[in-house]
């Protein structure tokens, strides 16, 4: 492999893993858009949408180190296995507001950011206790298709990584953009109590800033199980502090933000890895983290919703 | 606390409480000396009670987490600073002690190394065929070392996070104690990474060495315990503590009334983690031992688990909250399994005999964090006791007072005034823009020493910007502001208080959760100096400052007579709006101005208690107090004006007598429109 060869490979690697974290990084965005919530549940959602894929998979009976399926049935399977995870993982979220969050609303201080950081505990020692401390093996439906640009390697998986989550931020977008509901959530991000004296019903346009986001999350953990056939329930706390990097670093409350954050982070890991070494990464992201906050807290494209407090 | 020096009927309940509790702790503290021995006596009585070493170990871990619970308190209790990474500062103690006496570093033998063997900080031993060096730090200057280092680390990682909004800090401080224990992991040479170190040196003192022996470490723990307790208690009722909670409840209100908030904040910072470095060379001390895993986000978590459930900002609550949680964890946790598993035999219960509640100590610490935050937000014992209303009857006892305030009593609560004649502020072209908006458009405004100047305009005129741009809360895009001779413009509002310029807000900012004494003492923060030394060994100057402190507040109180004395121990939040606008002028007059800005001072009140408070700003000036005022009703500036200034877009209008001003066609227009004034012209 050439020095370019190198280089393509890595930001193969880097934007797959970017998607990922730019789908987590959407809920967190759109969580804190409106409430001004950094939400630590949101962590072990994406790690639980992961278990979900996982199981949903098994369900249909494809098996870890199962040979690959094909056709229809791959499709068939892939869009099932999405559809379920994403919805249990948003109906997880959308739980979590009603039991957990939406007592404390209107609570000042950090109550409800410390209430976030004991559900996200609650759901990684589930996991842990039910499924145990080993990684768990991920079934690779996908055949081993790959194309060769130069010398670097373009895998199956990676391809459907990329166009299901243009699929689902283009969906996002579009809902954010053009639907009433987006219209709602736009405006209840700007002012609530505004919004709700113009007749847009706060709680709902929050439950579905939830849902969404914790879906996106879930299809983030599925994809993280396709990606590397392995799952585990520490998964989420490394992935949801890049994720959260991410979407300070593109300007939080930003929709088109998180994902350039996103894809900015996976690039930043995969050739951080690279150059420096995996075991620095963490450090890495952190510093660009801290760098951003400090330096430009609105991010690289600014933030959408205003400074409430 | 202050809190508890309340008034009137209220003070015996208080004292008695105050009497149990203090019966309850000595009770308390002969147990825990006596503990480890316990066991014997209760053999002695006859008695099957044993109190074994393991269960002395398991009792000197959860004070090994009482520390930590009391130094995380500091940070998230009394700063409000949430920090999720508190176990980052509790491995760098560890480290400390562990990597200068366990066997990892061993340089080569110099002759360097003979004046530290001297005082056997280092030792030579022979290692694979050559004189290498062996660090042996003593575990009792490793205390204070590492606490410094600690410390200094919580200073270098706060300056530039801690001016971040709290929620941020709260994830980058997750971030912090992410990155610790992977850096100790990756230095290997250092730290012999994942594996960790070993054989890091028991503690010795007068020659005996601890060993393995429980009960030393034990003692260690409770003195510590004890300290830090005494520590924190000290704190939270002087300067600092005070100017901690003002940070926490309202940080721009904090700057205003005197307090460094960024100083404030690496204040607590670096105690909390001063804390957590003592107790990181307590705890590998004991196990010999010390991996990156022992300091990850679990601990951080169980920790704050601690300080919510015992309490946030509440010494004894988390001193309770801690103890109970850690010894659910050692003690009543696998009894309970035991329980199960023996219930589920006899009942024949699958689930019951295989559930393992020892192992599931996180969920159960996640669930309590959730269920304390939902239904039991102030935690085991709250930080504050919660006062009763005043009855109505109590609360009726005076109607309005007129003639302004007894100026006996005043002028004793006022410091010496500037002479009369020179001009005490001068704001000279001052403009101020947001963005594209030009809130004030280089404005003069002169303001003598002893006189009263009202600053009136419709709204949105730049009124309360000139406020906040004079009082350091805003910056200025040119100009310049002299006070009392001396450029103000480019000061920290903190600054600003301390040259005797103190302000009121016009949507009140007061510390919320805090009593009305201790609103009224936060604004002497300025003029008093204990510091943490001061503070924490309860020097003569510190109590005696802290005593005068405390009869200045009742006085200032007591001017308003008897609106707000019984009400000293009263939340603020509880009180009525006009009592409210009252402990705010309390509390900018108790730093002590030269000049007293008031930005619309009598909103919401009703035409007599106006009346009321404008004789009482009359006889403040009439002290010589120069008083900037903000007000909207005109008869308020007719009666204590000299001179009024009016702004309109940002710019000012006119100036002048408060009559001529009325007179003025300008005015009136931007008051009340070109048709109103031609409708008077034509009356």
Same mark, same amino acid.
């Given at each position: 492999m050439t020095a370019v060869d190198v280089y393509l490979q890595q930001a193969i690697n880097g934007v797959s893993l970017g998607a990922m974290y730019a789908l987590l990084a959407l809920g967190f965005t759109l969580v804190y858009g409106i409430?001004?919530?950094? #939400?630590?549940a949101h962590f072990n959602v994406f790690m639980v949408g992961s278990f979900v894929g996982l199981g949903m998979l098994e369900l249909l009976g494809?098996?870890? #180190?199962d040979p690959a399926l094909t056709g229809l049935t791959l499709v068939g399977v892939l869009l099932l296995t999405f559809a379920v995870t994403m919805v249990f993982s948003g109906a997880l979220g959308v739980l979590i507001e009603r039991v957990a969050l939406r007592p404390l609303? #209107?609570?000042?201080?950090p109550a409800s950011m410390i209430t976030t950081i004991g559900v996200s505990y609650v759901l990684f020692n589930i996991v842990l206790l039910g499924f145990g401390a080993d990684a768990k093996n991920f079934p690779s439906?996908?055949?081993?298709v790959q194309f060769a640009i130069g010398g670097a390697v373009l895998r199956l998986r990676e391809i459907l990584i990329w166009v299901i989550s243009i699929g689902l931020m283009g969906g996002l977008t579009y809902f954010v953009q053009f639907t009433k509901m987006g219209k709602a959530m736009r405006a209840t991000a700007q002012d609530p109590d505004a919004a709700r004296m113009m007749g847009v019903e706060v709680d709902r346009v929050i439950i579905t800033a939830f849902f969404l986001g914790s879906a996106l999350a879930g299809a983030g953990g599925l994809m993280f199980g396709l990606y590397y056939n392995i799952t585990s329930y520490v998964i989420g706390f490394q992935a949801g502090l890049r994720a959260f990097t991410a979407a300070v670093l593109g300007g939080i409350g930003n929709v088109p933000g998180a994902m350039l954050g996103g894809i900015i982070i996976g690039l930043v890991e995969a050739f951080g890895s690279y150059w420096i070494s995996a075991a620095w990464a963490d450090v890495i992201i952190f510093s660009i983290l801290v760098l951003v906050l400090v330096f430009k807290p609105a991010g690289l494209l600014g933030r959408i919703a205003p400074n409430k407090s | 606390m202050t809190a508890a020096m309340s008034l009137g009927a209220h003070e015996s309940a208080t004292q008695k409480a105050a009497r149990q509790a203090k019966a309850f702790i000595s009770i308390m503290t002969v147990v825990m000396v006596a503990f480890p021995f316990l066991g014997m006596a209760f053999q002695g009585l006859g008695l099957d009670w044993d109190i074994g070493d393991d269960d002395v170990d398991s009792v000197s871990n959860a004070l090994a987490y009482i520390t930590l619970a009391l130094g995380l308190n500091i940070v998230? !209790? *009394?700063?409000?600073l949430l920090d999720l990474g508190y176990a980052a500062f509790f491995a760098i103690g560890a480290y400390t002690y562990g990597i200068f006496t366990a066997y990892q570093i061993m340089p080569e033998w110099s002759a360097f190394w003979d004046p530290l063997a001297a005082i056997s900080l280092v030792e030579k031993i022979h290692r694979d065929g050559a004189d290498v060096v062996h660090f042996t730090l003593s575990f009792w200057i490793a205390l204070p070392l590492a606490a410094g280092i600690s410390a200094v680390c919580g200073v270098l990682f706060g *300056?530039? &996070? /801690?001016? @971040?909004r709290g929620d941020y800090l709260a994830i980058v401080t997750l971030g912090f104690g992410e990155i610790v224990p992977i850096v100790f992991r990756n230095v290997k040479s250092v &730290?012999?990474?994942?594996a960790g170190l070993n054989g890091v040196q028991a503690p010795s003192l007068f020659g005996h060495s601890f060993q393995v022996n429980p009960k030393p470490y034990y003692y260690v723990g409770l003195v510590l315990v004890f300290l830090l307790v005494l520590f924190s208690v000290r704190l939270r009722d002087s300067r600092i503590g005070r100017s901690w909670m003002a940070v926490r409840e309202d940080e721009t209100a904090a700057g205003a009334m005197g307090v460094d908030h960024v100083k404030a904040k690496l204040l607590a910072f670096a105690i909390g983690a001063a804390f957590a470095g003592m107790t990181g060379v307590f705890y590998v001390a004991k196990l010999q031992t010390a991996t990156? +895993? $022992?300091?990850g986000f679990p601990v951080s978590v169980m920790i704050l688990v601690m300080v919510v459930f015992g309490g946030m900002g509440s010494v004894w609550g988390v001193v309770a909250g801690a103890a109970v949680l850690s010894l659910l964890q050692t003690w009543f946790l696998p009894s309970l399994t035991n329980w199960s598993h023996g219930i589920g035999e006899a009942v024949g219960n699958r689930w019951m005999q295989k559930v393992d509640f020892a192992g599931s100590t996180e969920l159960i610490f996640g669930i309590i964090l959730v269920m304390t935050m939902l239904?039991?937000? +102030?935690?085991?014992?709250?930080a504050a006791r919660k006062q009763a209303a005043l009855s109505f009857d109590a609360q009726n006892v005076q109607g309005v007072v007129r003639g302004g305030f007894n100026k006996a009593a005043a002028a004793k609560l006022l410091r010496d005034m500037p002479k009369k004649g020179g001009n005490l502020l001068e704001v000279r072209g001052v403009t101020v823009k947001f963005g594209g908006l030009?809130? @004030?458009?280089?404005v003069d405004i002169t303001v003598p020493a002893g006189g009263v100047v009202a600053v009136i305009g419709?709204?949105?005129? !730049?009124k309360s910007t000139l406020f906040n741009v004079i009082t350091g809360l805003v910056q200025a895009d040119g100009g310049s502001i002299k006070f009392d001779g001396a450029?103000? /413009?480019? /000061?920290k509002p903190h600054e600003i208080l301390e040259r005797g310029i103190a302000r009121t807000f016009q949507n009140i900012r007061l *510390? %919320?959760? @805090?009593?009305v004494l201790t609103n009224v003492l936060i604004g002497q923060h300025a003029r008093l100096h204990t510091g943490v030394a001061g503070a924490v060994l309860n020097l003569p100057s510190a109590s005696s400052e802290e005593r005068t402190a405390l009869q200045r507040a009742k006085d200032i109180a007591a001017l308003f007579g008897n609106r707000l004395t019984p009400r /000293?121990?009263?939340?603020? %939040?509880? @009180?009525?709006y006009a009592n409210r606008r009252r402990v705010e002028i309390a509390r900018a007059l108790a730093s002590q101005p030269k000049i007293l800005l008031l930005d619309e001072? &009598?909103?919401? $009140?009703?035409p007599a208690e106006t009346l009321e408070l404008a004789e009482q700003i009359k006889s403040l000036n009439e002290l010589g107090l120069t008083i900037l005022i903000i007000e909207h009703k005109l008869d308020v500036v007719t009666q204590l004006a000299d001179t009024v200034v009016v702004l309109d877009h940002g710019e000012k209008l006119t100036e002048g007598k408060p009559a001529e001003v009325r007179r003025n066609e300008e005015v009136l227009r931007a008051y009340l429109g070109r048709a109103a004034t031609e409708a008077a012209h034509a009356a």
């Open positions: 409430l001004e919530l950094i #939400n630590f494809v098996m870890p #180190n609303r #209107n609570i000042r201080g439906p996908l055949p081993q | 998230v !209790g *009394f700063a409000g *300056f530039p &996070t /801690l001016r @971040l &730290t012999n990474g994942a990156p +895993d $022992m300091f239904y039991r937000r +102030d935690g085991l014992i709250p030009v809130a @004030l458009n280089a419709p709204n949105g005129s !730049g450029e103000v /413009l480019g /000061l *510390f %919320s959760n @805090l009593p /000293l121990g009263q939340v603020v %939040s509880n @009180l009525s001072p &009598t909103a919401g $009140m009703n």
